[in-house]
C-alpha cells in the first residue's frame, strides 16, 4: 500500500507538471496574438486600410489643358478647347456584343475592336478620344450601362494647321508636346493632371456607392511667342510661290529683329506627294544644314578688318584664277588681271580675292572667326532636333580647306546659323542669341520669365560699321541688287552654293549639279531694325542668288516695313556708284601660301587622293564695264540690269 500511495504521488506531480507547461505554452501563444493582434489594431491598422483601399481602388489620370501659344500680338496660335471623350467601365457592361454594336456606327469605329474592348476585365477602357460634340450627344442617347463620357481637351489652331506648324508644333492624343515649342516648352503648356478614382468589389464590378471622385486638373501657362502671325503667313506664301516658279526642292525664310534675336518669322516649305508646294512639319531652317556658298565671304573679311590685316578701301591685284596646291579657284569672268578694293571683291563676289585676303587671314584665325560667329554650334535657340553644322576641326584642314571654307564650301550650317553672322554685323559685333518665345504667364497670371544668353562680342563696332557699308554696296551696285526696297538702304550679300552629292562629289552621272541659292541681310542699313535670310533649295530655271533668293527677298522685306510700320530714314540719299574702273594699288600684304601650315600626311591620307572642291561664284562683270557682260544674258529671260553678268548655264561656271 505503501509503495502504490507513493507511485501515485508520483504520478499525480507528472501530470501537475505538463499541466503547468501547457498552460505556460497556452500563455506564450495568447501573448503573442495578443500583441500581434494589438500591432495590427493599434499601430498598422492605417497601412492595412490603405492596401486594401488601393486593391479596391483605380486611378485615372486626366490631362490637364494646355496653355495657349499666342503671337507677339496675343493672336492665337494654338489653343486647347473641350471635347468628349467616351470610355467604358466593361465590369459593368451586362452584354458587350449588344453595346459594340450599338456603338459602332455612332463612333465610327470597327465593332470588333469595339468588342474587343468592353470585354477587357478593366474598369477602364478608352472607346474614343476627343470627339465632336454631335457624337458625343449620341452616345448619351443610347444609354448604355457601363458607358460613360469625359470631358477633355484637344489642340486647335484657329489660322489652320499649316501656318506655323513647323514652328509651332503639335501634340499628341494625351495633349504632350511632341515638336516645335509644344514639346521644347511641353512643362509650362501642359499643367498638372488631375485624377478619376473609381472603386470596385472583389469580383472586379464597380461598386456604385463606392468612392469615384475627380481630382480637377491644373491647367498649364500660357507661351507668348515672338512670331507676327501675318508675317509669318506672308512668308510661307511667298515662299510657295517662289519654289514653284524657280522649280525648287524646298525653301527656308528666317526674318527677325537682330538687337533682340526675336524671330518674327519662321518658315519652311517643300513639296508633297503630288508636288505641291506646302508648309512642312519639319522647321528645316534649324535643323537642315547645307553649304552656303558666298554669304561666307563676310566672315573672312571682316576677321581681316578686325586683325588690322586691310580695309575696305585697301587694294590688292586680283586675276580670275588662282592655283592653290592642287586646286584652282576662279571668278566667272576670264578678266586678267584687275585692282580690287575689299570692298569692290565682295560687292562682286570675287572668288579669288576672297581666296587671297582668306590666306592672309590665315587659317587659325579663320577658324576663330567662324566659331565666334556661332557656326559650329546650336545658336542657343533650344530648338528640338536643332543641327550645330559642321566645321571641321582646325588640325584636319589640308592646305585648300582655308580656301574653299572662306567660300562657304566645305562646311555645313543651318539658315539660322548664316542669318546670325549678319545679324551680329546688324548689332554693331555683338552675337545676341536667337528666341521665339518673349515669356509664359501662369494660369494665376503671373509671368514666367524665359531664360536667355548674354550676348557675345565677335568683331568690334567698328568692324561691324566698315562691314555694313561694304554690304550696302553689295546690294546698291554689286551682286545684291534685286534685294533694293525703294526708299531704304539693304545690306546683305548672295550665296551661290554646289551641293555635295551622296558620293562626295558635285556632279552627277549626268553631270548635272544642284545648288542652293541664299540671299542674307538687314535693313534699314543705317539703324538696322529687321534682319532676313531666304534660302531655296535646287532652283532649276535659274539657280543664281540673285535671281532666285534675292528679288523675295526684297518682297518679303517691303512687306515687313509696312506691316511693322518702320520709317524709311530721314536722311536716305542715293549714293553715287562707288564701283568702277580700278584704282591704283596700294601695297598689299605679303601672299606666301605656304604661311597656311599642312598637316602632316599620315599613312592612311597620304595613300588618298585630295577631293575634289569646286566653287561656284557669283557672276562679275569685266573691270570697269557699265553693264553686264555679253553674251551672259538668261535664256528666255531678259538680263536684269546689274553688274554681274547672269550665265546662261552652269557650264559657264568654274
Not at 500511495?5 to 498552460?23: C, D, M, N, Y
Not at 516648352?185 to 485624377?195: A, F, H, K, N, S
Request: glycine share 10%; no cysteine.
Amino acid at each position: 500500500m505503501t509503495m502504490n500511495s507513493s507511485e501515485e504521488v508520483k504520478g499525480t506531480q507528472s501530470r501537475r507538471r505538463r499541466g503547468t507547461a501547457l498552460a505556460v505554452a497556452f500563455a506564450m501563444v495568447a501573448v503573442v496574438l495578443g500583441v500581434r493582434l494589438a500591432d495590427l489594431q493599434l499601430f498598422r491598422s492605417d497601412a492595412y486600410v490603405e492596401y486594401g483601399q488601393q486593391q479596391r481602388t483605380k486611378t485615372v489620370k486626366l490631362t490637364a489643358d494646355r496653355g495657349r501659344i499666342l503671337d507677339r500680338n496675343g493672336v492665337e496660335l494654338s489653343v486647347s478647347v473641350p471635347q468628349w471623350t467616351v470610355w467604358a467601365d466593361p465590369s459593368q457592361v451586362d452584354d458587350p456584343a449588344a453595346a459594340a454594336a450599338a456603338l459602332a456606327p455612332v463612333l465610327k469605329r470597327d465593332e470588333g475592336l469595339l468588342l474587343e474592348l468592353l470585354s477587357e476585365p478593366d474598369q477602364h477602357a478608352y472607346l474614343a478620344r476627343q470627339v465632336p460634340d454631335a457624337i458625343s450627344r449620341a452616345v448619351a442617347e443610347l444609354d448604355l450601362e457601363g458607358v460613360y463620357q469625359l470631358e477633355e481637351s484637344a489642340r486647335f489652331n484657329p489660322a489652320g494647321d499649316r501656318l506655323g506648324r513647323a514652328v509651332v508644333g503639335v501634340v499628341d492624343v494625351d495633349q504632350v508636346g511632341i515638336s516645335g515649342l509644344e514639346y521644347q516648352y511641353d512643362g509650362l503648356l501642359g499643367g498638372i493632371p488631375g485624377e478619376l478614382v473609381l472603386e470596385s468589389s472583389h469580383d472586379g464590378r464597380t461598386i456604385p456607392t463606392g468612392a469615384r471622385h475627380i481630382k480637377p486638373a491644373q491647367p498649364g501657362a500660357d507661351l507668348y511667342s515672338t512670331i507676327d502671325r501675318s508675317l509669318q503667313f506672308e512668308a510661307e506664301r511667298a515662299l510657295m510661290r517662289q519654289i514653284e516658279e524657280v522649280e525648287a526642292s524646298s525653301g527656308s525664310v528666317i526674318i527677325m529683329v537682330p538687337d533682340t534675336g526675336e524671330i518674327l518669322a519662321m518658315a519652311s516649305v517643300g513639296r508633297d506627294a503630288e508636288g505641291n508646294p506646302v508648309s512642312l512639319s519639319e522647321n528645316r531652317a534649324v535643323t537642315w544644314a547645307y553649304e552656303p556658298g558666298s554669304v561666307m565671304k563676310s566672315v573672312v573679311l571682316s576677321g581681316v578688318i578686325e586683325e588690322g590685316l586691310g580695309a575696305p578701301s585697301h587694294v590688292r591685284e586680283v586675276n580670275h584664277w588662282l592655283h592653290l596646291y592642287d586646286q584652282e579657284f576662279t571668278d566667272h569672268t576670264e578678266y586678267g588681271t584687275a585692282l580690287y578694293s575689299m570692298e569692290e571683291i565682295l560687292a562682286r563676289s570675287s572668288n579669288t580675292g576672297t581666296v587671297e585676303w582668306a590666306l592672309v587671314l590665315g587659317s587659325t584665325r579663320l577658324a576663330a572667326y567662324m566659331s565666334r560667329y556661332g557656326l559650329g554650334s546650336v545658336t542657343g535657340l533650344g530648338f528640338k532636333g536643332e543641327s550645330s553644322g559642321l566645321v571641321p576641326d582646325l588640325l584636319s584642314w589640308n592646305g585648300t580647306d582655308v580656301a574653299s571654307f572662306a567660300l562657304g564650301q566645305g562646311i555645313l550650317a543651318t539658315p539660322l546659323q548664316v542669318l546670325m553672322v549678319y545679324n551680329t554685323l546688324a548689332t554693331g559685333g555683338l552675337r545676341v542669341a536667337p528666341t521665339l518665345v518673349y515669356s509664359a504667364v501662369g494660369a494665376d497670371g503671373r509671368e514666367i520669365p524665359v531664360e536667355r544668353a548674354e550676348p557675345v562680342r565677335v568683331v568690334s563696332y567698328s568692324t561691324a560699321s566698315q562691314m555694313t557699308d561694304m554690304l550696302v554696296t553689295v546690294v546698291r551696285e554689286g551682286t545684291g541688287r534685286n534685294a533694293q526696297v525703294d526708299g531704304y538702304t539693304v545690306a546683305g550679300k548672295t550665296g551661290t552654293g554646289q551641293k555635295v552629292l551622296s558620293d562626295g562629289n558635285y556632279e552627277d552621272e549626268e553631270g548635272l549639279r544642284r545648288y542652293t541659292a541664299t540671299f542674307a541681310g538687314f535693313f534699314p542699313a543705317e539703324d538696322p531694325q529687321l534682319s532676313m535670310i531666304v534660302v531655296i533649295d535646287e532652283p532649276v530655271t535659274n539657280f543664281y542668288a540673285s535671281q532666285a533668293a534675292a528679288p523675295l527677298f526684297a518682297e518679303l522685306a517691303n512687306y515687313a516695313l509696312q506691316r511693322l510700320r518702320i520709317a524709311p530714314p530721314v536722311d536716305f540719299v542715293t549714293v553715287q556708284p562707288k564701283l568702277g574702273p580700278a584704282p591704283t594699288a596700294q601695297p598689299a600684304p605679303t601672299l606666301e601660301p605656304t604661311a597656311t601650315p599642312q598637316p602632316a600626311p599620315t599613312a592612311t591620307s597620304a595613300a588618298e587622293p585630295t577631293p575634289t572642291i569646286e566653287i561656284t561664284p557669283e557672276p562679275v562683270s569685266q573691270p570697269g564695264s557699265e553693264g553686264p557682260s555679253p553674251g551672259t544674258e538668261p535664256q528666255g529671260a531678259e538680263a536684269p540690269e546689274q553688274l554681274d553678268g547672269e550665265p546662261s548655264s552652269p557650264e559657264e561656271g568654274p
